[in-house]
Nanobody, 116 residues
Framework: QVQLVESGGGSVQSGGSLRLSCAAS????????MAWYRQAPGKERELVAI????????NYADSVKGRFTISRDNTKNTLYLQMNNLKPEDTAVYYC?????????WGQGTQVTVSS
């Protein structure tokens, strides 16, 4: 089992910045990657950024490239998402995700609201 707890969401104006955190606990050795997803009202959940444990590859959604940065502190089992130059279309609930063998775990989500 893996537990994921997000924090760091909030409300900012367009052009502002936020940093999200995701603290992982439990059997983290079984996690193959860690990712951030988001879901805006009336839309499907979409991948924002993912960090693969095996080869260290990082992928970003085209919509956030150059503005968002995923990072991690392995000593704290914590994943981060630095979000700069935020836009109103970034408004969504952001979720931390961890694939674990044939399963996957999700955090509870944290709301990010960007006003114009």
């Amino acid at each position: 089992q893996v537990q994921l707890v997000e924090s760091g969401g909030g409300s900012v104006q367009s052009g502002g910045s936020l940093r999200l955190s995701c603290a992982a606990s439990g059997d983290t050795r079984g996690i193959s990657a860690m990712a951030w997803y988001r879901q805006a009202p009336g839309k499907e959940r979409e991948l924002v950024a993912i960090w693969f444990n095996g080869n260290g590859r990082i992928n970003y959604a085209d919509s956030v490239k150059g503005r968002f940065t995923i990072s991690r502190d392995n000593t704290k089992n914590t994943l981060y998402l630095q979000m700069n130059n935020l836009k109103p279309e970034d408004t969504a609930v952001y979720y931390c995700n961890a694939p674990y063998f044939t399963r996957e775990f999700w955090g509870q989500g944290t709301q990010v609201t960007v006003s114009s």
